[in-house]
C-alpha cells in the first residue's frame, strides 16, 4: 500500500484550508494517501470537501449525493445497503479509501466476497444460488432495475441493480402463461423439479407411467392449438385440457369396437398390460371383495385362456380352499365353513367375536376379551401337529382347566405346596391381574389379620420383593416374575416396627408380657396406647381412686421426651431416633409425691407409709386414720368436736411449707388447756 506524501508543496494548500476551517482535523494528519481508482479524479489536497465536506457528519450526505443507487435502495430497504444494521454504519466503516489506486473500496462484513452471507442483503442464498459465483448473477446483463441507471460506477459490473424476481434473471419457459410467480411450483433447486406443485391437487391426477411424461408432451400437444408469442415461442396451454376419456389423447386401436372405457381393461401401468383386477366383477353373481380382488384370475379361472371359461364353484369356502384345520374347528360339535371364523380381507386376524365365544366352553370375560386369538390358539409346529390340527397348525381347543394352563406361575413356586397348588384364581380375576382380590377379610385366616392402620397400607409395602424400610428377604427365596413374597414370616410387631420399651415387654424381657405389643397398642396407631385401668393392674402397680385421672406422662416422664421431627416412620430401617421408654415401675408413694409432713412419721409405730392413713381416692381427708385407735390419744366426749387445727397447728418453722404439725403432740390436758382448768 503507498505511503502517505508530505512534500511541502502538496502541504502549504492544506495548512491554509485548515486555518479557514475548510479542513478539519489537519492536527491529526494532512493526507492518508492516494484515493482509490474510481475515486482517482478526487485526488488532490484542494478537492477534499468534495467528500469530506466542511462539517463533522457532511460526508454521508456527500456520499450519497454522488452515489445515487445507494440513496435509491436505502429509501426502499432493498439490498445490503438498504438493511437496518447498515443504515447504521457510516460508509467508511465498509469503504476505507486514502489506501492507494489499486485498493477495490471495500471492506466485505465477513472477509470477502466469497465468504460474504448474502442474508445480510436481505435475501438469502438457498440451493442451487448458494453455488453460483458471485460474478455470474452481479453482471451487467441481469442489472435492470432503477438502481443501475442510478449508478455513479464508471466501470461495468458492480453489486448494485438486481431485481429479485425470478425472471429478471430466468427465462420464463411458460410464456406467462402461469403468471409471475414461479416460487408457487419451483424453488431454487432445479428447474426441471417443481416441489411446489403437485398434479394430484388437480382434476387429472397423474398415475404410473402418466407420471414419466414431460409436460410439454400434454400441455403442447397440437390438438390444443397453442398460440405462439412475440419471439416465436409456442405457449403451453393449461387450461382446458380434456381427460375425461383415454381417446383425448391417446388413439383407440380398437376403433371403438369395445367401446369408449378404455380402464375396462387397461390402466396407466403400460397399454400392453389387461389389468384383469378392473373387471367388474360385482356383475357376476360372485363379486370379489378383500382378497379375493387380488387373486390372479387363472387361480379361479383354470382355463382362462380358452374362449369359454370356466364357471367355478363358489357355494362354499371349502370349494376352494382345503379345510386346514383338519375338522378340529367346529361349532356345537359340528364342522363349520371358514366364513364363521374368517372374512375375504384375511385370513388373520379370526373375526370370531367375544359374543361368539360364549358359545364355547370356554366364554370370554374380562381381559381375556381383549387378548389375540393366536396368544390363546397358538401354532403346534411339532411333528404330528400338522396331522393333528391341520396344515395351519393352530390349537383349535387349547386347555383352560386352569389358570396354569396358559399363565405360568409368576410366583416361583411358592404356592406349590398348597391343596390347589397355587390357583390364580384364588388371589385374582379375568378382569385384570391387579389389584388382587386377597383383601382383609381373606388376610384374617391368616397369621396377621389386617386391622387398624394396616388395612391401609398397599400388599406390596410387606410382600413387595424391594419393600421398603423392612428387613430385606432371604437370598434363598425364590420371588419369580411377579417379585411378590407370599407368606411373611415375621408377624410380631417388633419384626416391622421400632420397640421403643428395648425389648422390656418381649418374650424373654425383664417384663415379659404374653400378649406382647398388642397388650397396650392397637393397629390404628401407636399413640395413644390402648392400655387402660384394666391393662394397669397386670403390672405392679394397679390403678386405683385418683390415680385413674393421672395421665400417663405424669408418671411415666419419659413420655414427655420430644417426638421425632415429622416425617417419621416406625419401621425398623426408617433411620429414626425414638426415645426409650422403659416404664420403670414405682412402688412406693414417696417415688411420686413429696411428704408434707417432712420426719414427723420416721419410725413410727405402726407405720410411716402413707396408705397407713391415706387412701388413693384423695389426699385429704385421711380417710384410714382413726384417731381412737392409731393415736395414742384416743378422741372422745367434747374432744371429738374440737377441730384438728386447735391441736395440731402449722410450724412457723416450716415457712411457705406449711407444715402441719401431727407428731410430737402431748397428751397431758395442761398442754393445752390453762390454769383456770385446774
Not at 405402726?606 to 381427708?621: M, N, S
Request: charged share 30%; aromatic share 6%.
Amino acid at each position: 500500500m503507498p505511503g502517505p506524501r508530505f512534500g511541502l508543496a502538496r502541504l502549504l494548500p492544506l495548512v491554509v484550508l485548515a486555518l479557514l476551517g475548510v479542513v478539519p482535523g489537519l492536527g491529526a494528519q494532512v493526507s492518508p494517501g492516494p484515493l482509490a481508482k474510481a475515486h482517482h479524479d478526487l485526488d488532490g489536497t484542494l478537492q477534499c470537501t468534495k467528500c469530506h465536506g466542511s462539517g463533522k457528519d457532511a460526508m454521508p450526505g456527500k456520499c450519497a449525493a454522488c452515489h445515487k443507487d445507494i440513496g435509491w435502495l436505502q429509501e426502499r430497504g432493498r439490498g445490503l445497503h438498504g438493511q437496518q444494521e447498515t443504515k447504521a454504519k457510516t460508509c467508511a466503516s465498509c469503504h476505507p479509501d486514502h489506501a492507494g489506486q489499486e485498493f477495490d473500496l471495500i471492506r466485505w462484513p465477513d472477509g470477502s466476497a466469497q465468504k460474504f452471507d448474502h442474508k445480510r442483503a436481505g435475501w438469502t442464498l438457498k440451493q442451487s444460488h448458494d453455488t453460483v459465483k458471485c460474478e455470474t448473477c452481479h453482471a451487467p446483463k441481469f442489472q435492470h432495475s432503477p438502481a443501475a441507471r442510478l449508478t455513479a460506477r464508471k466501470l461495468p459490473g458492480g453489486y448494485a441493480g438486481l431485481d429479485t424476481e425470478c425472471q429478471s434473471c430466468h427465462e420464463d419457459v411458460h410464456r406467462g402463461a402461469l403468471g409471475d410467480d414461479c416460487t408457487k411450483c419451483h424453488d431454487s433447486g432445479k428447474f426441471t423439479k417443481t416441489p411446489g406443485f403437485d398434479h394430484d391437487t388437480t382434476a387429472y391426477p397423474l398415475t404410473n407411467k402418466h407420471r414419466e411424461v414431460k409436460c410439454d408432451k400434454c400441455h403442447l400437444d397440437p390438438r390444443l392449438n397453442p398460440k405462439k408469442d412475440p419471439g416465436g415461442h409456442l405457449v403451453p396451454v393449461y387450461k382446458p385440457v380434456s381427460f375425461e376419456t383415454c381417446a383425448a389423447c391417446h388413439e383407440d386401436h380398437h376403433k371403438g369396437s369395445l367401446g369408449p372405457k378404455c380402464a375396462s381393461c387397461h390402466n396407466t401401468r403400460s397399454f400392453k398390460i389387461i389389468d384383469k383386477d378392473n373387471f367388474d366383477h360385482d356383475r357376476t353373481k360372485y363379486p370379489l371383495k378383500g382378497k379375493h380382488a387380488s387373486v390372479k384370475c387363472s387361480d379361479c379361472h383354470k382355463d382362462f385362456a380358452t374362449p369359454l371359461l370356466k364357471k367355478p364353484k363358489f357355494e362354499t369356502c371349502g370349494d376352494c380352499h382345503k379345510d386346514p384345520h383338519n375338522k378340529t374347528a367346529t361349532l356345537a360339535g359340528k364342522v363349520v365353513d371358514c366364513e364363521k371364523c374368517h372374512n375375504v380381507l384375511g385370513f388373520s386376524p379370526s373375526i370370531m367375536t367375544v359374543l361368539q365365544h360364549r358359545d364355547t366352553k370356554y366364554p370370554l370375560e374380562g381381559k381375556h376379551t381383549e387378548v389375540k386369538c393366536a396368544l390363546c390358539h397358538t401354532k403346534d409346529d411339532s411333528k404330528s401337529g400338522a396331522t393333528k390340527w391341520g396344515i395351519a397348525k393352530v390349537v383349535i381347543r387349547p386347555l383352560f382347566s386352569k389358570c396354569t394352563d396358559c399363565h405360568k406361575d409368576e410366583h416361583g413356586g411358592q404356592l406349590a405346596k398348597r391343596p390347589n397348588k397355587g390357583e390364580c384364581g384364588d388371589c385374582h380375576r379375568v378382569q385384570g391381574w391387579k389389584p388382587s382380590t386377597f383383601g382383609v377379610t381373606e388376610h384374617a385366616r391368616l397369621k396377621l389379620a389386617l386391622d387398624g392402620r394396616h388395612a391401609d397400607i398397599e400388599c406390596g409395602d410387606c410382600h413387595r420383593g424391594d419393600r421398603k424400610l423392612l428387613p430385606p428377604l432371604p437370598k434363598t427365596v425364590t420371588l419369580g416374575k411377579a417379585n411378590v413374597l407370599i407368606e411373611v414370616k415375621e408377624v410380631e410387631c417388633t419384626a416391622c416396627h421400632l420397640d421403643p420399651h428395648k425389648g422390656r415387654f418381649a418374650a424373654g424381657g425383664e417384663r415379659a408380657k404374653a400378649e406382647g405389643c398388642i397388650l397396650c397398642h392397637n393397629a390404628k396407631g401407636f399413640r395413644p396406647a390402648s392400655a387402660g385401668v384394666a391393662v394397669h393392674a397386670e403390672f405392679r402397680f394397679p390403678l386405683e381412686g385418683g390415680h385413674r385421672a393421672v395421665a400417663c406422662q405424669s408418671c411415666h416422664t419419659e413420655m414427655k421426651a420430644p417426638r421425632p421431627p415429622k416425617p417419621r416412620s416406625t419401621l425398623v430401617l426408617s433411620g429414626t431416633s425414638f426415645p426409650s421408654l422403659k416404664f420403670e415401675e414405682k412402688q412406693q408413694c414417696d417415688d411420686c409425691h413429696k411428704t408434707p409432713h417432712g420426719e414427723q412419721f420416721t419410725g413410727r409405730k405402726g407405720g410411716e407409709k402413707c396408705d397407713v392413713c391415706h387412701g388413693a381416692d384423695d389426699f385429704k381427708p385421711a380417710a384410714r386414720f382413726d384417731h381412737n385407735k392409731d393415736a395414742s390419744f384416743s378422741l372422745k366426749g367434747a374432744h371429738e368436736k374440737v377441730a384438728c387445727s386447735e391441736c395440731h397447728p402449722i410450724d412457723p418453722a416450716s415457712g411457705a411449707d406449711k407444715r402441719v404439725i401431727y407428731r410430737p403432740v402431748s397428751g397431758k390436758c395442761e398442754s393445752c388447756h390453762g390454769k383456770e382448768f385446774k
